[in-house]
């Protein structure tokens, strides 16, 4: 077992005894102690699931599970003593897996922690990893495009650019969704960066990329794959 579970508290005592617990069963466990530093881990960590306090300095738990829900679809159990039933349906509205209420035992948190993980397991293997776009093909599996049958040689950042687009294909995404799943947190301000991968993407992906078939503007929001 080697998945990896980020714990976001703002309780020390409380992650120490999370991360020993966890550890103990194998997992790998990173620690924050606010929602802003919990985002920017799950942006560079990348983690298999999250633990997720609610009321916390910075941003509160709330906050931060939308802004992760503009990046990421990493399984999130909200861990906090808010026991009321419209707190729970909040935090199922905004994207949580599963809501477990302080206090509560180790092994029923361990328990939840596996069905959260399985379910993620199971979605992704139904999860088609060919993407075709006309004569693009991306294949997720093995990190390769191809146009034509040729290989498209892309950077880290433009082929993340693209499987993003390529995934909520028919979708309009925001320049802001794109900056947060692409880049990560802190670049609010950095539209130019999408507008210059977006461009070089175009040239390597479409036949003229002054007139793109695949990736199309959509002006003053943001752009969108066109499915095929």
Partial sequence: MSEKILVI?????????????????????????????????????RPDLILLDVMMPEMDGWAMLRRLREFSDVPVIMVTAMSEEDDKVQGFDFGADDYLTKPFGMRELKARIRAALRRAALSASEASSLLRFGDLVIDAAAR?????????????TEYKLLLYLAY?????????????????????NSLNNVKLYVMYL???????????????????????????
């Avoid at 175009?202 to 095929?228: F, L, W």
Wanted: glycine content about 10%; proline content about 4%.
């Fill in 202 to 228: 175009r040239r390597k992906i479409e036949a003229d990329p002054k007139n793109p078939m695949h990736i199309q503007t959509q002006r003053g929001v943001g752009y969108c794959m066109v499915k095929s």
């Fill in 144 to 156: 390769t495009v191809t146009r034509k049958g040729a290989l498209v040689d892309l950077s880290p």
């Fill in 9 to 45: 508290d703002d309780k020390r005592e409380m992650t120490w005894l999370l991360q020993r617990g966890l550890e103990d069963e194998g997992y790998r466990v990173e620690i924050a102690h606010d929602g802003k530093e919990g985002l920017r881990r799950a942006f560079d960590t």
């Fill in 168 to 188: 909520n294909a028919g979708r309009v995404l925001s320049y802001e969704q794109i900056l947060d799943h692409v880049w990560g947190p802190g670049y609010d």
